[in-house]
């Protein structure tokens, strides 16, 4: 039994990859969790009888009013792409894949050593969300028309430049077209 392989820069890469996706999956679950959970007080205080201070707690969120009438989260993470824990779920497979070149890789620099019998798990993990992204967006579609704009400025997984800007930022592109 050989020694074991030092870490390497590929390990570095796969564990800051993991962890940023971990913590961008946590934060955008906790952010879509309480659009939803706002959305739904917002829309008890319209009903007879719902309550001044559900309405006064919703509109001092940081969510616009018309995020709630068009249904769907597009504020703080949801700025920057459309499915930031589908994309941080992939982000993290693909670490995984990193991990394992570079444990059975360590100082083999040559290219057709990068694919290794785990890549067709991460391959196919990520295919899978290609396909739950894709049904995700037509229902979105169906339920909400203000959904296809949204699906024409913010990129699905990938961050474009500019969704970045606006982000780092803090400019909302709305306000960016008004001017």
Not at 15 to 35: G, M, P, R
Not at 160 to 178: H, M, P, Q, T, Y
């Amino acid at each position: 039994m050989g020694s074991p392989s030092p870490l390497n820069i590929c390990d570095a890469i796969a564990s800051f990859l993991f962890v940023t996706a971990l913590i961008v999956e946590t934060i955008a679950d906790k952010q879509q969790h309480n659009f939803q959970k706002k959305k739904r007080e917002w829309k008890l205080s319209l009903e007879p009888g719902g309550g001044f201070a559900n309405a006064i707690k919703s509109i001092s969120a940081t969510t616009s009013l018309e995020e709630y009438r068009n249904g769907f989260c597009r504020s703080g993470l949801f700025a920057i792409v459309r499915k930031p824990a589908y994309a941080s779920e992939q982000a993290i497979w693909i670490s995984y894949y990193l991990f394992s070149v570079s444990a059975l890789h360590s100082g083999d620099s040559h290219p057709a050593h990068y694919w290794n019998w785990s890549g067709g798990g991460f391959a196919l993990l990520c295919i899978l969300f290609q396909g739950s992204g894709w049904m995700t967006e037509r229902i979105s579609i169906s339920k909400y028309p203000a959904y296809r704009v949204y699906q024409q400025e913010v990129p699905l997984y990938v961050p474009s430049i500019a969704s970045l800007f606006s982000f780092i930022s803090g400019v909302d592109r709305e306000d960016a077209k008004k001017e």
